[in-house]
C-alpha cells in the first residue's frame, strides 16, 4: 500500500444522525487544517469548509497523536451531520487539501504495522465486525483484546528461555557442563506442548462459533421435518405437503440459538426411489447429514435410523401430538415438545462451543501444530542425546511458528487477502 495520509468514511454510508470522517497520517493535522480555521489540540465545534471558503458542515473534531491513536499515526476525525451529500462534499474537500482516499482496511494494516495491534488482533476485529450472535462478539473480543497474542508471548518466551540454556552448553562442549541444564529444558518444552495441544482442540469448536453450527434434520418423506423446519423458524421457509417428497433440496435457515449462530438443514426423506430427481435429493440429504455438526433424527414410532447415530445427535418422535411417546417428541405442527427438544438442542451446541479456547483460524491451528511437532523432535532428541547446537536450531523453528501465529513472520502473502475483507473506513 502507498503511505501518505489517508481519509475515509470511518461509519456506514446512508443518511445517519451522524457521519464520522477519519484522517490518518503524518500530516493528518495539516489536511485537516486546510479545511477548518485550526484543528483542536484535543476536541472541539469546528466550521468544516472547502478551499475556497465555502461553508460546508458544523463538526466535532477530535484529534489524537500518533501514540494514542488507533492506527499509531496522527489521527483527526470529524463528527459530521449525517448527510450523504455533506460526507460526499468533506470527503472531496479532503482530497483537494493533500489527503488520499484510504484503501480497504487500511486504518487497520497501518495499526499492524506500527505496532499497535498484532495479526491475531487483526483477525479478532474482522471477526468482531463481523459478529451477529453473542458468542461470536465474545469469541472475537477475546481475540481482539489479545487473548492469543499474550499466550503466544508466553510461549515465545518459555522457547527462548529453552534456547539459550541449550546454547549456554555449547560454551562447555569439551568440558564438563557446570549445571545440567536439560531437566528445566525438557520442563519448559512440554509446559508449552501441552497449552498448544489444547489451543489446537479447541480451533474446530471455535471456527463453528464464528461460521455457524450446522443441524441437519433427517427422516424418511412426509414425517415432519418441513413443518418442524418452519416452526423452528417462525415463518414458511420450507414447502409443505401432505404428499411425500415434497422436499427435493437442501433448505437452510440461519438462527440464533441462545447466542449460537446455528444453520438448520431440511433435508429430502430417506427412502428408496426409482425416482431420478428424488434419488439426487436423497444423495444431497445423506451427504450434508454426515458433514453436518449435529442430527436431529425424527422418526416415526419404532422407526430404523437412516444413519448411524454419532455423539451429540438427537432421535425424536415425531407427531407428539397425535399420540403418547416415551423419551423425547416433538409436533411441528402444535409445537408441542418443541420447547425441550430446542433446549436438549442448545445444550449440546453449548457444550462444543465451550471447548473453543482463543486460538480461532486454521492458520493458527497449523502454526500451533508446527510448533507441536517441532517440540517433539526437540523432545526425542534431547533422550538421545543430540548435540546442542541442533537442538537449539530446532527450538529456534519452533519459536519461529509461534512468531506465526502473531504475524512475525512469513505472513506477508496473507495480509492482503486479510485486510479485503474490511471495510474502507477500517
Request: hydrophobic residues 50%.
Amino acid at each position: 500500500m502507498a503511505a501518505g495520509t489517508i481519509f475515509a468514511l470511518a461509519t456506514a454510508a446512508g443518511r445517519a444522525g451522524v457521519a464520522i470522517v477519519r484522517i490518518s497520517g503524518v500530516d493528518a493535522f495539516g489536511v485537516a487544517g486546510r479545511v477548518m480555521s485550526s484543528v483542536p489540540a484535543d476536541r472541539g465545534l469546528r466550521q468544516i469548509h472547502d478551499l475556497n471558503g465555502a461553508l460546508l458542515d458544523q463538526a466535532l473534531v477530535l484529534s489524537f497523536a500518533g501514540d494514542a491513536s488507533f492506527t499509531g499515526e496522527p489521527v483527526v476525525e470529524l463528527h459530521l451531520h449525517g448527510s450523504p451529500a455533506i460526507v460526499r462534499a468533506v470527503l472531496s474537500a479532503l482530497d483537494q487539501a493533500g489527503g488520499r482516499p484510504a484503501e480497504a482496511g487500511e486504518f487497520t494494516r497501518r495499526a499492524l504495522e506500527n505496532g499497535r495491534l498484532d495479526l491475531a488482533q487483526v483477525e479478532g476485529l474482522a471477526d468482531l465486525i463481523d459478529a451477529e450472535t453473542e458468542a461470536q462478539r465474545r469469541q472475537a473480543m477475546r481475540v481482539f483484546a489479545g487473548g492469543l497474542g499474550d499466550l503466544a508471548e508466553g510461549w515465545r518466551a518459555s522457547l527462548i528461555r529453552a534456547a539459550a540454556l541449550v546454547e549456554a552448553t555449547i560454551d562447555f562442549v569439551d568440558e564438563d557442563v557446570p549445571v545440567d541444564v536439560m531437566p528445566e529444558v525438557r520442563q519448559l518444552l512440554k509446559a508449552v506442548q501441552v497449552e498448544m495441544t489444547t489451543q489446537v482442540a479447541g480451533v474446530a469448536a471455535a471456527e463453528r462459533i464464528r461460521d455457524g453450527f450446522e443441524v441437519a434434520i433427517v427422516g424418511a418423506p412426509n414425517v415432519g421435518k418441513s413443518t418442524l423446519l418452519n416452526r423452528l423458524a417462525g415463518r414458511d421457509a420450507a414447502i409443505t405437503s401432505h404428499v411425500a417428497g415434497t422436499t427435493r433440496d437442501v433448505i437452510e435457515v440461519q438462527m440464533d440459538m441462545s447466542g449460537l449462530a446455528v444453520t438448520l438443514l431440511d433435508t429430502a426423506g430417506i427412502h428408496q426411489t426409482t425416482d431420478f430427481v428424488e434419488k439426487i435429493g436423497v444423495e444431497r440429504a445423506l451427504d450434508r447429514a454426515k458433514q453436518a455438526d449435529l442430527r436431529l433424527f425424527l422418526i416415526a414410532e419404532d422407526e430404523a435410523l437412516p444413519l448411524p447415530l454419532q455423539k451429540g445427535d438427537l432421535v425424536v418422535q415425531s407427531k407428539a401430538d397425535l399420540g403418547n411417546y416415551d423419551g423425547l417428541a416433538v409436533s411441528g405442527l402444535t409445537g408441542d415438545g418443541l420447547d425441550e427438544v430446542v433446549a436438549q438442542l442448545t445444550d449440546e451446541l453449548q457444550q462444543r462451543a465451550g471447548s473453543a479456547g482463543v486460538a480461532i483460524r486454521q492458520r493458527h491451528r497449523l502454526a500451533m501444530q508446527g510448533a507441536i511437532d517441532q517440540i517433539s523432535t526437540v523432545l526425542d532428541a534431547i533422550e538421545l542425546g543430540q548435540l546442542p547446537d541442533l537442538l537449539a536450531d530446532d527450538i529456534r523453528h519452533a519459536i519461529r511458528a509461534v512468531d506465526m501465529i502473531v504475524g512475525r513472520v512469513d505472513v506477508e502473502d496473507l495480509l492482503d487477502e486479510i485486510f479485503s475483507s474490511f471495510c474502507i473506513g477500517k
